[in-house]
């Protein structure tokens, strides 16, 4: 005769997670850990909103045209390193697709707190990771295109003979020999 749920103690209860059920499988309505679930859907959350933010902040500010050349963040591809106005350009028009990468990453990486199944969590949490990649790659290439119509500038005059510095038809360097 099964015992009342009224007289069930703590020990009782915790039972369920120690002891195989039938043929050495999980006890009959318990399941694992449920701790590691939520350690893990803590984990993914930081990875992702993390992720996310530091995405959203840089198609912000390549966007708004804050970022410079010297920076390490932006489109970085040779066609936009070819002068900042065609980096300024590559940068705004990459700039909101990489915002709402960041915004797809950080959604998911919520969601994925709220599922019941692991495997549930684990799928958010990989088409959110994979989503926002492919989101900001697709911004790269973008603006990598728009980059490339710049024209590239004109390089300086060259200057007559040694830059100026006056030592004649001979160029500088050690005195002519008699």
Do not use: K
């Amino acid at each position: 005769m099964p015992i009342a749920p009224e007289y069930r103690t703590h020990r009782m209860r915790r039972s369920a997670y120690r002891h195989p059920g039938p043929r050495g499988g999980p006890a009959v309505g318990a399941y694992a850990d449920p701790v590691s679930y939520v350690a893990l859907r803590v984990v993914l959350l930081v990875v992702l909103v993390g992720f996310g933010t530091a995405v959203g902040s840089v198609g912000l500010l390549g966007w708004r045209g804050r970022l410079t050349r010297m920076s390490r963040a932006g489109v970085r591809t040779p066609g936009a390193l070819r002068s900042d106005r065609a980096f300024t350009l590559a940068n705004r028009v990459a700039g909101p697709p990489s915002i709402v990468a960041g915004l797809v990453s950080i959604v998911c990486g919520v969601a994925a707190l709220f599922p019941p199944s692991l495997l549930a969590v684990i799928v958010i949490a990989v088409i959110g990771l994979i989503g926002s990649v492919l989101i900001s790659r697709a911004g790269g290439v973008l603006g990598d295109r728009a980059a490339r119509t710049v024209p590239a500038p004109e390089p300086p005059p060259a200057a007559a003979g040694c830059a100026g510095c006056a030592c004649g038809a001979g160029g500088c360097g050690a005195p002519a020999q008699a």
